[in-house]
């Protein structure tokens, strides 16, 4: 459209540098740089394209952070778009969130559980960065029930083709048959837990994180989302 963008004042003002009616002023006092260049004018349409600077600093937009905690239903795509047609986590969001936001990490096609999707760039990073050690804790369903000499070769951990394979812990799920085992880790390195277990002999027929950074599924049914709460939000920045 013609008139698409944001008036110079008020996205200075949304940078939070100062209120819309100081950031007027300071546009009026050549204090305010559109692609290098001083722009007097407030009601100026600030494009998606144009860089805004302030003393020197180049302006962004401040907008709402989101942080949505998804349960995954089995055979959708993490991924914000799907090339073959498949049905992506956005999907399950439709139109409900307005704003930008994407999946922190990755889920398989087949596996369910816990994801968190937000438009926090620097928390999302953070928490996928190694360093931070976040953990996961995953209940997984084999092809066959699982010897306790190839639990403890897990537990000491195992040496894959792209190196090491850590577990904080492993062991069969209390009350079920013994192809049902539980799984913590903090590494993220892609399929690591199918590979651990296709590493001696295993096939995983059914793979659900339950737990991820201190978030659990309780009250939230598979294929469904909810928003998290303040502290939710500030722990999982604690973790970072």
């Known amino acids: 459209m013609e008139n698409e963008g944001v008036r110079l004042n008020k996205f200075v003002a949304s940078s939070g540098v100062c209120s819309r009616r100081k950031a007027a002023e300071l546009v009026k006092a050549g204090k305010i740089k559109v692609n290098g260049e001083i722009k007097l004018e407030p009601f100026y349409l600030v494009q998606d394209f144009d860089k805004v600077e302030y003393n020197?600093?180049?302006?962004?937009?401040?907008?709402?952070?989101?942080?949505l905690l998804m349960n995954k239903p089995k055979n959708t795509i993490t991924s914000?778009?799907?090339?073959k047609g498949r049905k992506t986590v956005m999907d399950l969001i439709k139109q409900d969130i307005p704003e930008r936001i994407f999946p922190v990490g990755r889920l398989d096609f087949p596996t369910t559980g816990l994801l968190l999707i937000t438009n926090d760039g620097d928390l999302a990073k953070k928490l996928a960065h190694p360093s931070h050690k976040v953990k996961k804790f995953y209940e997984v369903h084999l092809d066959k029930d699982i010897n306790l000499q190839d639990l403890n070769k897990i537990r000491a951990g195992l040496e894959l083709e792209d190196g090491l394979a850590p577990v904080l812990g492993v062991d069969y799920v209390r009350g079920k048959t013994k192809r049902e085992v539980g799984i913590e880790i903090h590494i993220g390195r892609n399929r690591i837990v199918r590979r651990i277990f296709a590493h001696l002999g295993y096939t995983v027929e059914k793979l659900d994180r339950t737990y991820y950074a201190g978030l659990t599924k309780k009250d939230l049914p598979r294929g469904r989302y909810r928003h998290l709460s303040k502290q939710e939000v500030i722990m999982l920045k604690h973790f970072t």
């Open 56 to 67: 020197g600093r180049i302006l962004q937009q401040e907008t709402k952070k989101v942080y």
């Open 80 to 83: 914000l778009s799907d090339e």
